[in-house]
């Protein structure tokens, strides 16, 4: 569940040729713009006091810093939540990090952690409960899985692979604080970083950038596998894009990059993301080489065609 439930989880705002990616950065262009607008003096005024662009910047200072507390009790709240709910439930049960849980029929590992946690005599209805939501997971019925693991996260809260398919399904829905406090879960029982890139996409979208900058961090100190970590750049990259530091992004997901000869799902990602800051920034050239590159693999990646088109 966990690097299949990546792949789709991450299908409306990170992978899936990044729709979410775009709208984001479109979404930071739009918020940017309209910040340098307001610091910017306005036509005729090109005579503005000294003191009234300290003004300004003191006022957006002021902004900033109050943002930032109010990100900081959030993930205060959101990690508390989390972990008050695990140690409700007793004593948790670690996962090797690089053991996905499986989708569908359920790991003897998963279900000893659903016994443990419910009962033997209620575990079966549990285990067929949790096979019941994995399908409607699979087969993007969030709403009906939702419902379903409402129910057995208050039941089972110390069984990880339950809090990770939630943390899953409430990201899929959009329900970033509710996703995050799932899978800060996930994270607490399992020690595993397998959705870190899931989890630091959720602070993106609350827009708590030390959090998703934290998660980056870790994933780039353990290395959990070639995929995850390019999953966490975008999603790092894609921070910074939000926040208008675009040239950042750029030299994040440019780092050590080569368009390799036998380009994976996830390399096609990278480059769709990089092109698209490229092509951002009025490096067109560049964006165009990626875009064509993505198109000679994969022409049905994506809408890499019409934007390769754009830039004809």
Same mark, same amino acid.
């Given at each position: 569940?966990? %690097?299949?439930?990546?792949?789709?989880?991450?299908?409306?705002?990170? /992978?899936n040729?990044?729709? =979410?990616?775009?709208?984001?950065?479109?979404?930071?262009?739009? /918020?940017?713009g309209?910040?340098?607008?307001?610091?910017?003096?306005?036509?005729?005024?090109?005579?503005?006091?000294?003191?009234?662009?300290?003004?300004?910047?003191?006022?957006?200072? =002021? $902004?900033?810093?109050?943002?930032?507390?109010?990100?900081?009790?959030?993930?205060? @709240?959101?990690?508390?939540?989390?972990?008050?709910?695990?140690?409700?439930?007793?004593?948790?049960?670690?996962?090797?990090?690089?053991?996905?849980?499986?989708?569908?029929d359920?790991? @003897? #590992?998963?279900?000893?952690?659903?016994?443990?946690?419910?009962?033997?005599?209620?575990?079966?209805?549990? #285990?067929?409960?949790?096979?019941?939501?994995?399908e409607?997971?699979?087969?993007?019925?969030?709403?009906?899985?939702?419902?379903?693991?409402?129910?057995? /996260?208050?039941?089972?809260?110390?069984?990880?692979?339950?809090? $990770?398919?939630?943390?899953?399904?409430?990201y899929?829905?959009?329900k970033?604080?509710?996703?995050?406090?799932?899978?800060?879960?996930?994270?607490?029982?399992? !020690?595993?970083?397998?959705?870190?890139?899931?989890?630091?996409?959720?602070?993106?979208?609350?827009?708590?950038?030390?959090m998703?900058?934290?998660?980056?961090? @870790?994933?780039?100190?353990? /290395?959990?596998?070639? @995929?995850?970590?390019?999953?966490? %750049?975008?999603?790092?990259?894609?921070?910074?894009?939000?926040?208008?530091?675009?040239?950042?992004?750029i030299?994040?997901?440019?780092?050590?990059?080569?368009?390799?000869?036998?380009?994976? !799902?996830?390399?096609?990602?990278?480059?769709?993301?990089?092109?698209?800051?490229? $092509? %951002?920034?009025?490096?067109?050239?560049?964006?165009?080489?990626?875009?064509?590159?993505?198109?000679?693999?994969?022409?049905?990646?994506?809408?890499?065609?019409?934007?390769l088109?754009?830039?004809?």
């Open positions: 569940m966990a %690097r299949r439930g990546l792949g789709a989880a991450t299908g409306k705002r990170v /992978s040729a990044s729709r =979410a990616w775009r709208d984001a950065v479109e979404g930071a262009d739009r /918020s940017g309209a910040a340098e607008r307001s610091a910017a003096p306005e036509a005729g005024a090109a005579d503005a006091p000294v003191d009234e662009e300290r003004r300004r910047d003191d006022e957006a200072r =002021a $902004e900033r810093e109050a943002r930032a507390g109010e990100e900081w009790v959030l993930v205060e @709240e959101v990690r508390d939540e989390a972990q008050g709910a695990v140690s409700r439930g007793g004593q948790r049960t670690r996962r090797n990090r690089t053991t996905p849980t499986p989708v569908g359920l790991a @003897e #590992e998963v279900r000893l952690e659903l016994s443990r946690a419910v009962g033997t005599a209620r575990s079966e209805r549990v #285990e067929r409960r949790l096979r019941e939501a994995s409607d997971f699979e087969h993007e019925r969030f709403g009906d899985a939702a419902r379903i693991l409402k129910k057995l /996260s208050d039941e089972a809260p110390t069984v990880a692979a339950v809090r $990770e398919l939630y943390g899953l399904t409430l899929r829905q959009s970033w604080k509710a996703a995050a406090k799932e899978l800060e879960a996930f994270r607490l029982l399992a !020690d595993s970083v397998e959705q870190h890139p899931v989890l630091a996409d959720c602070y993106r979208a609350l827009g708590q950038w030390a998703v900058d934290e998660l980056w961090q @870790e994933l780039g100190a353990v /290395s959990p596998g070639a @995929e995850i970590v390019t999953e966490g %750049r975008i999603v790092a990259a894609g921070a910074l894009a939000d926040q208008g530091q675009v040239v950042g992004a030299d994040l997901l440019a780092s050590g990059w080569k368009f390799p000869k036998n380009p994976k !799902d996830h390399h096609l990602r990278r480059a769709y993301a990089l092109a698209d800051l490229y $092509e %951002r920034a009025g490096e067109v050239p560049r964006a165009r080489d990626l875009f064509g590159r993505i198109a000679g693999v994969d022409p049905d990646f994506a809408d890499v065609e019409r934007r088109r754009a830039l004809r």
